[in-house]
């Protein structure tokens, strides 16, 4: 088991955003447009760069773990509606730099592209050409820097505002603390599909990370008891999110919203309420988790 540990620990993140300007307000805080709004799953929050800016080669820097860098998430604009998203400046192209910081904390660049993003709204996730590995011998993550090299044109406004931008980063299997309120989740838990948690539509199921980076949670379902339907999760403070899981015996995954930055990068708490089902009770016969990092308590 030491072995496993070993394998498994990664360096501490310390989750922000650094970004080479921002938008001063003096009226909501003069840090309400910097980057750390970029960051905070919230789609009426951005990050703004200054209105005299040109736009491209403005960036932001995030913080991420050791780990692989396979993707990144981007909203393009500023999100909070229609109007707000078409009146400002949209990202259409972003250089990605990932650097691996050493055991001296000096910065090693490990992997550089350029991306397109589409000009829609919500969530892009968008896959990396090649993954970059990050800390691979070191006991700290890394950085990864997002430049603008090209926006789409907003129809009142000259700069830039984005709503989110995260990194997605390579997955392992898990191992959380997970109860349900008023019963025993075991039999969802323990590896067997031949063993099944029956519970009542609005049960709830408290995961407690104890270390894990968790960004997907996996239900499979037992047709005799009911499958769970709708799946509302909530991550700490962060806006809750709702997932229809289909009527099929397969193992089904949902991914949970970024936060800090990554993908994973969560030490709160996820509440997962089980709504309603495709029959009269809800039955689990597995309940699984993968996380992005792991740091031992």
């Known amino acids: 088991m030491v072995v496993l540990l070993a394998l498994l620990v990664v360096g501490p993140a310390h989750a922000g ?5 921002f938008q001063a307000e003096n009226k909501k805080g003069t840090n309400y447009w910097n ?36 993707k990144i998430g981007v909203v393009a604009g500023w999100d909070k509606d229609e109007d707000s998203f078409k009146d400002y400046p949209r990202v259409k192209k972003l250089r990605v730099e990932v650097y691996s910081i050493d055991n001296s904390q000096e910065s090693q660049l490990v992997g550089s592209e350029s991306i397109e993003v589409a000009d829609k709204r919500g969530l892009q996730i968008i896959p990396l050409a090649k993954k970059a590995v990050v800390g691979t011998d070191s006991f700290f993550g890394g950085k990864v820097k997002l430049i603008i090299e090209d926006v789409y044109d ?7 505002r984005v709503s989110e931008l995260a990194v997605y980063m390579g997955e392992m299997d ?7 309120e008023g019963g025993d989740l075991a039999p969802a838990l323990d590896n067997s599909p031949k063993t099944v948690w029956v519970g009542a539509p609005g049960a709830l199921i408290t995961v407690d990370p104890k270390g894990w980076g968790v960004s ?4 499979q379902g037992d047709k005799a008891k009911g499958r769970a339907k709708t799946v ?7 806006p809750e999110e709702t997932f229809t899981l289909a009527d099929k015996p397969d193992l089904q995954w949902i991914s949970l919203m970024p936060n800090g930055g990554y993908v ?17 009770d ?11 990092a792991f740091e031992p308590l």
């Open 17 to 21: 955003a650094k970004t080479s300007a």
């Open 174 to 180: 898990a191992m959380p603390a997970a109860t349900v």
């Open 282 to 292: 809800i039955g689990l016969q597995e309940l699984k988790f993968k996380a992005t």
């Open 232 to 238: 509302k999760v909530q991550v700490g403070e962060r």
């Open 216 to 219: 997907s949670i996996g239900f």
């Open 154 to 160: 907003g129809d009142d406004y000259p700069n830039l």
């Open 35 to 70: 980057g750390g709004s970029a960051i905070d799953g919230k789609p009426e929050t951005a990050w703004s760069v200054p209105g005299e800016s040109a736009n491209k080669g403005e960036w932001i820097e995030l913080d991420i773990p050791k780990g692989n860098v396979e």
């Open 264 to 280: 994973g990068s969560t030490i709160d708490n996820v509440k997962l309420t089980l709504v309603d089902s495709y029959g009269a």
